[in-house]
């Protein structure tokens, strides 16, 4: 009996398609409770799986059978689980918990957000339009790249990554070379967007990302600052039509935090898609960038 069933527990086969196997899985109750008992306990016992799943002789056995490269039996003639058996065990509990959070019923606030606000701040639609199309990617990169000019020329404003930081003198000194106002600006700016780029490439990679160089990518992320990138315009408009005061202050600042908001979740969007990432984690990708801005902008 050792010897058939050990036959019968092959390898999977290279031409399976891996997600059809786990559609497979999912749509059926009895092969996902062997894979999710197995990956619970570790190593079962014939008996061990029979009477905890209350299932037949015949019927345990069909099923072991057809999970093939899943499972195998040790020689202690006990079952567990193979590498492959492992990742779809992985799967299993991650889907059963994703199932469970979207079934449960959510609170008003949750469905005013996922309804009305959530497209706003994480406008997928938008950056998917840029996915493989280069050219169109360009021509939006236009709108940014003309803010960034605007604030560079006409403002005292400039990009340190997410931050604003504001010029107190008509030309900078680094090291020993004079640098003026406006060139600095820019360089700022520009360099802002390629630290962005760095920075979200080695994280991702880091998170195991490996979808390669996408130029639509990169302009895409710098598309996401566009936002923020208009605080610029509404400082300086904000600075004709109120005088000064408190009141200036206090607009100013509530603005450029929503602003910076949008930044935020339209550069989420971007990596979710590209980087092909859950919207989680690329947030989380996205709050190191932040903190890492915040932090730069606080000890300068």
Not at 44 to 71: A, C, P
Not at 77 to 99: D, F, N
Request: hydrophobic share 45%; proline share 4%.
């Amino acid at each position: 009996m050792t010897t058939r069933r050990r036959r019968r527990l092959q390898p999977v086969r290279d031409e399976e398609n891996p997600l059809e196997l786990i559609y497979e899985i999912l749509g059926n109750p009895n092969k996902r409770r062997i894979i999710e008992f197995i990956g619970n306990h570790g190593r079962v016992s014939f008996t061990q799986l029979r009477r905890s799943l209350k299932m037949s002789v015949g019927n345990l056995y069909y099923n072991l059978d057809h999970l093939k490269g899943l499972v195998y039996q040790c020689e202690d003639k006990k079952y567990a689980l193979t590498e492959e058996g492992k990742k779809v065990y992985k799967v299993l509990i991650e889907e059963s918990r994703r199932l469970n959070y979207i079934m449960r019923k959510k609170n008003p606030v949750y469905m005013f957000y996922h309804k009305y606000l959530e497209p706003v701040l994480l406008p997928e639609p938008l950056f998917t339009s840029f996915y493989n199309n280069v050219w169109l990617a360009i021509l939006a990169s236009i709108a940014p790249m003309a803010l960034i000019l605007y604030a560079s020329f006409f403002t005292n404003l400039y990009l340190d990554i997410l931050e604003y930081s504001e010029l107190s003198t008509s030309s900078i000194r680094i090291f020993s070379l004079e640098i003026n106002s406006t060139l600095f600006s820019l360089l700022k700016n520009i360099g802002s967007w390629i630290i962005i780029i760095g920075f979200v490439e080695m994280v991702t990679f880091i998170m195991g990302s490996r979808t390669g160089i996408r130029p639509e990518f990169f302009l895409s992320l710098l598309i996401a600052l566009t936002p923020l990138l208009i605080y610029p315009i509404i400082d300086s408009a904000l600075n004709v039509a109120i005088q000064g005061g408190v009141g200036l202050a206090l607009i100013s600042a509530i603005s450029y935090r929503l602003l910076q908001v949008f930044s935020i979740g339209f550069l989420t969007s971007t990596i979710a898609i590209y980087k092909e990432m859950s919207k989680d984690r690329a947030f989380i990708v996205v709050f190191l960038l932040f903190y890492l801005s915040y932090t730069l902008r606080f000890i300068s």
